[in-house]
């Protein structure tokens, strides 16, 4: 090392002005070619301390050489002990500004000391020390101090949050990450090591498999219920697929490209495998989501609640103080409380019972996440069973009232939170995470009706007996001891909270979610009547028409849902028009629908699809009264208004821009083509799609355009038994009929009346270029 900075330091002195940034400038530089010296510990010790007071080091680098000669081998580490906790207490002020201030990018200026801890291999001999007894080839691995552990583990943290570029490296040695689950094992450094393990797994480019974590199985037995509502923070990132990036990735046309080539399970997907593979994991989360904690009162109560997560907004973090705030109480109980000034503190007046809700509040949102990425994996039907079996929703029944929407929380929240990681508090997160649940339990699977007690399905049996129709076979085969208890079942009750929710309320969205997903599938007259007896159409009608309501989101939802609540159902149409009684009523209603085709379109396919139901019921006095009344139906009922929804709706897409939520654009374009191919005016239609091109002056525009949309159809579709089987059910139209009129609207000859091509003058025929290559 002489050598190479001996030009720096000669005799004249002239050039030791640049002597610190040259060191710094030969550090940095090694870190990233991986030549020359790499650690402030090579470096001559005299040099470092003469530079140390202008450098402004603070005598890190030199702490950081003593720690390093008394952690050899076989050394006494309790002399390295003192040396790191000389060091963590000048890391830890900046971590602690960094936790309670803004959060500013971490940068050189702003932690000085943090960044010249890792600039001069801090960082590196910190990892070192831990995972020495990894290292020796005794048969008896020597066992490190806890609190020597402990403290390089709070180091190592602390320069994750304040120095850009530490969490990276350490997540790029995966001898590292994996060592660390070993060190779960011990409740005494347990939350260090899980907060630095969500830290590192969160920047990780390559998802960790749990698999490769030394007995995993072990592992998670062996955890309390604390440590393991902890540890589904980690878990969380363990399990869920990536974010694929940008607007244009999230494109059918990119997930279709990727799927293909990725045809093995994700390591998202092998994860969750591994995970339902131990023993009693499953049923434990659901003793944690579903256990009791002692109700919080106060007029301050929700003040208090905000108050703690402007800061605390990390379970982990919150963990810790829940055990400070315990060895208070035992010290205080103790001491008289005149001499102690805790037992006066403000942490001992707020923190027990306030934080103690919070504190539960934070595990279930991190142990429902876990169930609810799930539910929506491969592994549907086997978790689906667990969580039944093991009572999950009757026991979130028992904590609706008490703890899930208590009756005094405040909703006028318009912080959104349709992203699982948005940034909101607690108690938001608490109730999005149970709504989302109940939105994925419900959907498409006959356990829906847990959601129930056993008086509410006695009510759908009635209801199935006075229409005279057979109960479905679901309801049927609902083993009747796996339902909620009490007076009302937990739908019953989300009904009951949503119709109190405020105009900008966050939750309307994932509310009408939750309830959608109840009714969707095969439609039930005897599910929607249970609805509509409970007035949901009529505050569905307010929230769209007279409440204000502005959120495309919550818009989107109530018509989606509305949509489910009425297909079909010759007395939803005639409360329709029973509450839009007026022609401004049923012209603010329209206004809304055509003001996003996106988002209203599935209620237009409902109109349509019961419109053709009731057409054929002519002998039905009831159907024909409200056919005749329902100025809904008799909108639908007219050529060119159907017209203008097959224009608009062909329109707003095309293959470059489908997506999950506008792809059901082209479906209900199809629905409207199927129902007139059946009444053989197919031509009809494909034709005046050819008029309007003519008239807008775009000849070939829309035709080709859809031409294109229905060749991604068949390769989307045709390869997918959810999607087709999700299309006929909720169709009641034959997926054999919708592939059928689809290979005739993109026949080949010229002379069919029913194959678009025909009605595509030759000149501005442009199919042959494939968009739906990869």
């Known amino acids: ?120 291999g801090g960082v590196d001999l910190l990892v070192e020390i831990l995972m020495r007894p990894t290292l020796t080839m005794q048969k008896k691995k020597p066992k490190m101090n806890d609190e020597l552990v402990k403290d390089c583990l709070s180091v190592l943290y602390n320069c994750c949050i304040c120095t850009e570029g530490v969490t990276k490296s350490l997540a790029a040695r995966d001898d590292f990450v994996l060592f660390l689950f070993t060190l779960m094992t011990n409740k005494k450094t347990f939350l260090q090591t899980a907060t630095l393990i969500e830290d590192i797994l969160g920047v990780k480019k390559e998802m960790i498999q749990l698999e490769g974590i030394p007995n995993l199985s072990g592992l998670v037995q062996s955890f309390d219920q604390q440590q393991l509502a902890n540890f589904c923070r980690i878990l969380s990132v363990t399990i869920s697929e990536p974010d694929i990036g940008n607007d244009d990735k999230h494109t059918l046309l990119a997930k279709n490209a990727q799927q293909k080539r990725n045809a093995c399970p994700s390591r998202a997907e092998v994860n969750q495998v591994t995970l339902l593979n131990i023993p009693g994991f499953i049923e434990r989360l659901c003793k944690l989501a579903t256990r009791k904690v002692s109700e919080a009162t106060g007029a301050n109560f929700l003040q208090e609640l905000e108050d703690w997560y402007t800061w605390l907004d990390n379970a982990l973090v919150l963990d810790a103080l829940m055990q400070m705030a315990t060895e208070e109480a035992e010290q205080s109980s103790t001491e008289s409380s005149d001499e102690s000034p805790l037992a006066t503190s403000p942490l001992r007046h707020r923190l027990p019972q306030s934080m103690k809700t919070v504190h539960e509040i934070m595990y279930k949102v991190e142990v429902l996440y876990v169930l609810c990425v799930l539910l929506m994996g491969r592994q549907r039907n086997q978790v689906h069973k667990m969580l039944a079996d093991f009572r999950l929703i009757p026991g979130l029944n028992n904590l609706f009232d008490k703890l899930i929407w208590r009756k005094y929380t405040a909703s006028n929240h318009v912080v959104h939170g349709q992203n699982e990681n948005c940034d909101c508090s607690p108690e938001i997160s608490f109730k999005i995470q149970f709504l989302r649940l109940l939105q994925s339990f419900s959907d498409h699977h006959e356990n829906k009706y847990l959601l129930l007690n056993n008086q509410e399905l006695n009510e759908l049996s009635a209801i199935s007996m006075k229409a005279n129709i057979p109960e479905v076979e679901a309801l049927v085969n609902t083993d009747r001891s796996l339902v909620c208890d009490g007076k009302k079942g937990l739908l019953t009750r989300l009904l009951t909270v949503m119709k109190r929710e405020p105009p900008d309320s966050s939750f309307r969205f994932w509310q009408a979610r939750a309830v959608e997903s109840f009714l969707r599938g095969a439609t039930s007259y005897a599910d929607q009547m249970f609805l509509l007896k409970r007035g949901l159409l009529e505050h569905i009608l307010l929230c769209i028409i007279d409440s204000g309501c502005t959120s495309r989101d919550v818009l989107q939802s109530y018509f989606d849902l509305l949509g489910e609540l009425m297909k079909f159902n010759i007395d939803a149409f005639k409360r329709f028009n029973k509450y839009v009684n007026t022609p401004e009523k049923f012209q603010a209603f329209l206004t809304q629908i055509n003001s996003s085709l996106v988002d209203s379109n599935m209620l237009v396919r409902c109109i349509v699809l019961s419109l053709d139901r009731f057409e054929s019921q002519t002998e039905d006095v009831k159907v024909m009264e409200v056919l005749s009344e329902c100025c809904l139906l008799s909108y639908v009922a007219r050529v060119e208004n159907r017209l203008s929804f097959l224009f608009r709706l062909i329109n707003i897409i095309n293959v470059q821009t489908l997506t999950q939520e506008n792809v059901s654009c082209l479906n209900t374009s199809l629905v409207i083509l199927m129902l007139a191919r059946r009444k053989a005016k197919l031509p009809f239609y494909l034709n005046a799609l050819r008029e309007k091109e003519h008239m807008e002056k775009y000849p070939g525009c829309l035709l080709n355009n859809f031409h294109n949309l229905l060749r991604f159809w068949q390769r989307h579709y045709l390869n997918k038994d959810k999607d087709s089987t999700c299309l006929e059910n909720s169709s009641c139209i034959p997926f054999s009929y919708w592939k059928e009129t689809v290979s005739v609207l993109l026949g080949s000859d010229r002379t069919s009346r029913c194959a678009i091509v025909s009605y595509i003058d030759e000149p501005f025929i442009d199919l042959d270029r494939d968009l739906l290559e990869d």
């Open 1 to 120: 090392m002489a050598t190479l900075l001996g030009s720096e330091f000669s005799s004249s002195g002239r050039k030791r002005r640049n002597c610190n940034s040259n060191i710094v400038t030969k550090l940095t530089s090694s870190k990233i070619t991986g030549k020359g010296f790499n650690r402030g510990t090579q470096l001559p010790g005299g040099l470092l301390q003469e530079r140390d007071k202008p450098a402004k080091w603070h005598g890190i680098p030199d702490l950081l050489q003593k720690l390093h000669e008394s952690s050899h081998p076989n050394s006494d580490l309790s002399h390295a002990h003192s040396y790191l906790k000389s060091l963590s207490s000048q890391l830890s002020v900046e971590a602690m500004s960094f936790v309670t201030e803004d959060r500013k990018t971490a940068q050189e200026s702003t932690f000085p000391n943090t960044y010249t801890f890792d600039l001069f």
